[in-house]
């Protein structure tokens, strides 16, 4: 996804526009894992097994030849993406929280 370029961008309109991408990113992030985690659920239903080495390796490689695409560091997007990975085992087993709902506040 490439940034539009403005002809004199302030600092401004440039942090304004990263704030934009950095949210897109923890959306994306988050319906990541959530999918991942109905997969392993799927998954562990149909086999018993949480995990999948060899779909992980398969994802990772495929991240890997995107980032070479777009002239990134293939070991930066590698690195994220297995933390993805992770996120989504974890996912599977402790529920996250709601994210339109904020935690109550306890009873004092």
């Not at 319906?31 to 109905?38: D, F, I, Q, S």
């Not at 060899?54 to 590698?78: D, F, I, S």
């Amino acid at each position: 996804m490439p940034v539009p370029r403005e002809p004199n961008p302030s600092l401004t309109s440039l942090r304004d526009r990263l704030e934009e991408i950095d949210r897109a990113i923890v959306l994306l992030v988050a319906a990541r894992v959530e999918a991942a985690g109905l997969a392993i659920a799927v998954r562990s239903q149909a086999d018993g097994s949480l995990t999948d080495p060899a779909q992980e390796e398969v994802v990772v490689h495929r991240a890997r030849r995107w980032a070479e695409q777009q002239g990134l560091t293939p070991a930066l997007v590698e690195s994220v993406f297995r933390m993805m990975i992770e996120a989504g085992k974890a996912r599977s087993v402790i529920p996250l929280r709601s994210p339109t709902k904020a935690a109550a506040p306890s009873p004092t």
